[in-house]
């Protein structure tokens, strides 16, 4: 991660909020905005509140939880984290999903279950779909388009026992690795065809693999105050392994995957209708405005 880059970059975006408030509340004015639902950049808080209308954050973290962490050697996160704690706190209602961070921030809290995507497909339309092979164990390589430099392909590809996709791009096929592009939209089922997933763990995809009830090798993410609160969701909720970065980067992959795949399934019933739970809550909050 990079941490003063990400200072940098968050000071000038906070730089830039005058206008970029003015303009949104006239945005809302003007097209009768009756309620706004963030997940959850915090501008759009304050926001809403100087537009007079009620804001709904659905989350498991908060970014002043997050750059609260780096304050100790980047000081001049401070300001930023007043001013996120300020908007926040405007907040009308939080929606907390499981597993959440220290969410004191926001005055009213309700929690929801997992909010999950669940593919309508079989295993074997989805690897149809994605042309992927009907009898292989494949392994799904999800870094959100992000890192796929640094993997160790050449050491992926002579682990001829498994098949390994990810995406981002340029889309290319070389053995047994495919990268797929633009599935994004359609990425619940890929996460059907596939075997394994391996990963760092961030929200969406830990709810992808407990909805799928897909295994999972994940890594760490540095220093994230979200990080270990996902571990333990994977924990008490999913057959889940760890590898290290160094093991993960230098492709010692095989003895990790081994071991994950052969684990007792760990599969406890969660609720995953957390989507459906929000809407109605959402909906319950605009008929009583």
Same mark, same amino acid.
């Given at each position: 991660?990079?941490?003063a880059q990400t200072l940098e970059a968050c000071q000038a975006l906070h730089r =830039? #909020?005058?206008?970029?408030?003015d303009q949104e509340v006239e945005f809302i004015k003007s097209e009768r905005v009756k309620l706004v639902v963030g997940d959850i950049p915090p501008l759009c808080f304050e926001i809403a509140a100087r537009a007079l209308v009620p804001s709904v954050a659905i989350t498991n973290f908060s970014w002043d939880i997050i750059y609260r962490a780096y304050l100790l050697a980047y000081p001049d996160f401070l300001p930023m984290v007043e001013e996120i704690e300020s908007f926040y706190s405007k907040t009308e209602l939080a929606l907390t999903l499981p597993y959440p961070c220290d969410l004191d921030v926001f005055p009213r809290r309700e929690p929801i279950p997992w909010v999950a995507r669940? =593919?309508?497909?079989?295993k074997a339309r989805a690897r149809a779909r994605f042309k992927l092979?009907?009898?292989a164990? %494949? %392994? !799904? !390589?999800s870094f959100g388009g992000l890192g796929l430099q640094r993997l160790p392909w050449e050491? #992926?590809?002579?682990?001829?026992? *498994? #098949? #390994?996709?990810?995406?981002?791009?340029?889309e290319t096929v070389d053995g047994n690795v495919l990268v797929l592009s633009a599935v994004q939209q359609e990425y619940e089922d890929l996460v059907r065809a596939v075997d394994v997933i391996v990963t760092k763990p961030g929200y969406?995809?830990?709810a992808d693999a407990i909805a799928h009830q897909l295994p999972m090798l994940y890594t760490d993410r540095g220093e994230f105050p979200? *990080?270990?609160?996902?571990?333990e969701a994977l924990g008490d909720c999913a057959t889940a392994e760890f590898i290290p970065q160094s093991e993960l980067l230098s492709g010692n992959i095989a003895p990790y995957l081994q071991t994950l795949i052969q684990k007792p399934p760990n599969w406890p019933t969660v609720s995953l209708n957390g989507a459906e739970v929000a809407a109605e809550k959402i909906i319950r909050l605009l008929d009583n405005d």
């Amino acid at each position: 991660m990079g941490i003063a880059q990400t200072l940098e970059a968050c000071q000038a975006l906070h730089r =830039s #909020f005058p206008p970029l408030i003015d303009q949104e509340v006239e945005f809302i004015k003007s097209e009768r905005v009756k309620l706004v639902v963030g997940d959850i950049p915090p501008l759009c808080f304050e926001i809403a509140a100087r537009a007079l209308v009620p804001s709904v954050a659905i989350t498991n973290f908060s970014w002043d939880i997050i750059y609260r962490a780096y304050l100790l050697a980047y000081p001049d996160f401070l300001p930023m984290v007043e001013e996120i704690e300020s908007f926040y706190s405007k907040t009308e209602l939080a929606l907390t999903l499981p597993y959440p961070c220290d969410l004191d921030v926001f005055p009213r809290r309700e929690p929801i279950p997992w909010v999950a995507r669940v =593919s309508a497909l079989t295993k074997a339309r989805a690897r149809a779909r994605f042309k992927l092979p009907e009898h292989a164990t %494949i %392994i !799904l !390589l999800s870094f959100g388009g992000l890192g796929l430099q640094r993997l160790p392909w050449e050491r #992926f590809r002579q682990l001829r026992e *498994y #098949f #390994f996709v990810a995406t981002g791009k340029p889309e290319t096929v070389d053995g047994n690795v495919l990268v797929l592009s633009a599935v994004q939209q359609e990425y619940e089922d890929l996460v059907r065809a596939v075997d394994v997933i391996v990963t760092k763990p961030g929200y969406g995809i830990v709810a992808d693999a407990i909805a799928h009830q897909l295994p999972m090798l994940y890594t760490d993410r540095g220093e994230f105050p979200e *990080y270990p609160r996902l571990v333990e969701a994977l924990g008490d909720c999913a057959t889940a392994e760890f590898i290290p970065q160094s093991e993960l980067l230098s492709g010692n992959i095989a003895p990790y995957l081994q071991t994950l795949i052969q684990k007792p399934p760990n599969w406890p019933t969660v609720s995953l209708n957390g989507a459906e739970v929000a809407a109605e809550k959402i909906i319950r909050l605009l008929d009583n405005d």
